[in-house]
């Protein structure tokens, strides 16, 4: 959802549907998300090269935003300390 959001901001067109492996193969991009992945680009996909083979302007501008997060106001969660 932090990725929705994220993109919605910075004025990104979303999509959330199942795609399928030819879907991805056939993608310009792709990038993988989870908390402690943060937001992970994707070049290769059983061996096959993700567009061009390097991590796309929307991955760049997304994993930037999401750098943001742990400073924003009400994003995160504050773990108490360990004794």
């Not at 959001?5 to 067109?13: D, P, R, S, T």
């Not at 795609?19 to 193969?25: G, N, R, V």
């Not at 310009?28 to 390097?54: A, C, H, Q, W, Y």
């Amino acid at each position: 959802e932090t990725v929705l959001v994220l993109a919605k901001e910075l004025g990104i067109e979303t999509v959330v549907k199942n795609i399928s492996l030819a879907e991805f193969h056939a993608a310009d991009e792709v990038f993988t998300s989870g908390t402690m992945g943060e937001l992970t680009p994707v070049t290769m996909i059983d061996g096959r090269t993700i567009g061009n083979g390097k991590v796309g302007e929307v991955t760049l501008q997304l994993q930037e935003s999401y750098s943001t997060v742990p400073d924003r106001p009400g994003w995160t969660t504050e773990l108490p300390p360990f004794d």
